[in-house]
């Protein structure tokens, strides 16, 4: 079964920057597109970004120009790199493949944006 662990969220200023990662099983992220969702309160869950072969990556709106997303094969780890944050960013944001998410959500990792 495949597991999916997020990590890295936490409480930032408006303005700061966060990394997020998730550690995967074995093999996933070399072989799937992968993507970060996250889902605010009282919100559905939403696509943030995702990364496919030769490294290809797609954005939201809302994530262009602030938000990276990346992969390290070897480590079975993907990242978002998140700057210039908003209050509006705050959402727990969890990982999974894209388009389609394949396999069972992980808990997510909870950032909250705020002064």
């Known amino acids: 079964q495949v597991q999916l662990v997020e990590s890295g969220g936490g409480l930032v200023q408006p303005g700061g920057s966060l990394r997020l990662s998730c550690t995967t099983s074995?093999?996933?992220?070399?072989?799937?597109?992968m993507g970060w969702y996250r889902q605010a309160p009282g919100k559905q869950r939403e696509y943030v970004a995702s990364?496919?072969?030769?490294?290809?990556?797609n954005y939201a709106d809302s994530a262009k120009g602030r938000f990276t997303i990346s992969r390290d094969n070897a480590k079975n780890t993907v990242y978002l790199q998140m700057n210039r944050l908003k209050p509006e960013d705050t959402a727990v944001y969890y990982c999974?493949?894209?388009?389609?998410?394949?396999?069972?959500w992980g808990k997510g990792t909870l950032v909250t944006i705020s002064s």
């Open positions: 074995e093999g996933i992220v070399s072989i799937y597109t």
């Open positions: 990364i496919g072969g030769g490294s290809s990556t």
């Open positions: 999974n493949s894209a388009p389609s998410q394949r396999f069972d």
